[in-house]
């Protein structure tokens, strides 16, 4: 999972094949007794500096010895997979305590001529667009612009998604698909007409399309065409999810949650809302079960798939929440954001709100990129 709306933790590292000739410099022995003095976390993002500290780290043993430490385990109780699961562990607690503890950094920077009115983060790539006719990928590490990609004239981009070889996009009343490479290919008309789309996830081999006439169609990216239509609700389609074990989750304008499988036509099962207010975004967590929803008067909610019953129901803005994210396998802490530009985070179990986050304005330092100037923000913590 990505950074949740409005956040900023540290960018994530890309380990570089050398190391710089000051490192360099170091030699072996000086390094370890250097690393030794560091904590667990701490050692695990020295190894993500370049592949010369990542060498060193690795051949010293150095995370394994750390951890049977702070486990008083045995070496002959060490496993990878153990430390592997402990590391998780420590990166989301890392994650929460920094999202609760009352202060933010957030990077900021003119991507587009015009308002951006999507993205998409994946493996430390974000994607932008929708309002001036063009895409930009963006790297995390400093957001540089590294492809774009342009739309065709005349026609709408309504939604967008994208994995490592491709850009799926819903586009007008048609599928796209732009390769890394730089092709692009749209599906034939026979195929790719359908139905207004509101919304559209992708997981590869298909993307799906949510409709104005309440169905959900599927779509092979390989075949180009529509394999499926499932119809969810009677009322129009406003945002979808999918999860890895073929789940189609959809949010409909009247509030309606549904669930269907990716092979069926069918739904097969409807999550009662307590009132009529429209679903505005959903996110499904699979190591809880839960499905997480923003309305468009400003609530956040949770359900259990497995009961299918709702657990909480928050009132958490004034205005519509247009996201809701969490960071992947984490169960503790939810992010959402709205249009009154507050960043609230929350208790997955509970509901809790444990902090709102709002930009400090006043505050602000600046450094220049390709595509203009990169602004480093505070978030403070909203006390309204």
């Not at 999202?99 to 790539?125: A, E, F, N, P």
């Not at 009677?234 to 949650?257: F, K, N, Y």
């Not at 092979?263 to 079960?289: E, M, W, Y």
Request: glycine fraction near 8%.
């Amino acid at each position: 999972m990505g950074p949740p709306p409005g956040s900023k933790r540290s960018p994530p590292m890309k380990r570089s094949s050398t190391a710089p000739t000051s490192i360099r410099s170091l030699e072996h022995d000086t390094l370890c007794i250097i690393f030794s003095y560091l904590g667990l976390f701490d050692v695990v993002r020295s190894s993500a500096v370049c592949k010369f500290w990542n060498g060193i780290i690795k051949r010293s043993k150095l995370l394994q010895l750390l951890y049977l430490k702070q486990q008083r385990s045995s070496r002959s109780s060490f496993s990878e997979e153990s430390l592997n699961v402990y590391l998780e562990e420590l990166a989301i607690e890392h994650q929460r305590q920094s999202l609760v503890r009352g202060s933010l950094h957030i990077d900021q920077w003119k991507g587009h001529s015009l308002g951006v009115d999507q993205c998409r983060m994946k493996r430390g790539l974000v994607l932008t667009g929708v309002g001036d006719k063009v895409m930009r990928l963006w790297s995390l590490e400093r957001y540089r612009c590294i492809e774009e990609y342009s739309i065709p004239d005349g026609v709408p981009l309504v939604d967008f998604d994208f994995d490592e070889s491709k850009i799926v996009g819903l586009v007008g009343t048609r599928i796209c698909i732009w390769r890394r490479n730089g092709q692009r290919s749209i599906f034939p008309s026979r195929e790719g007409q359908f139905i207004k789309g509101s919304c559209m996830r992708y997981f590869d081999p298909e993307a799906v399309v949510g409709c104005e006439d309440g169905t959900a169609r599927v779509f092979d990216m390989y075949s180009k065409k529509c394999s499926r239509i499932v119809r969810m609700h009677t009322e129009p389609v406003t945002c979808l999810s999918l999860s890895e074990d073929q789940l189609i989750i959809s949010g409909s304008s009247l509030g309606r949650i549904t669930v269907s499988g990716l092979s069926s036509d069918q739904r097969v099962a409807t999550l009662r809302p307590t009132d009529s207010t429209g679903i505005k975004s959903l996110c499904f967590n699979p190591a809880s079960h839960h499905v997480f929803a923003g309305t468009t008067a400003g609530y956040a909610s949770c359900w259990d798939l497995r009961t299918m019953r709702q657990l909480w129901k928050t009132r958490v803005s004034p205005n519509v929440v247009y996201s809701s994210q969490h960071m992947r396998c984490d169960t503790s802490t939810l992010v959402v954001g709205g249009i009154d530009g507050v960043l609230r985070v929350l208790d997955q179990n509970t509901g809790e709100i444990l902090t709102s986050y709002v930009m400090d304005h006043g505050t602000s330092s600046s450094s220049g990129r390709t595509h203009g100037v990169i602004e480093r923000k505070i978030g403070k913590e909203d006390s309204s």
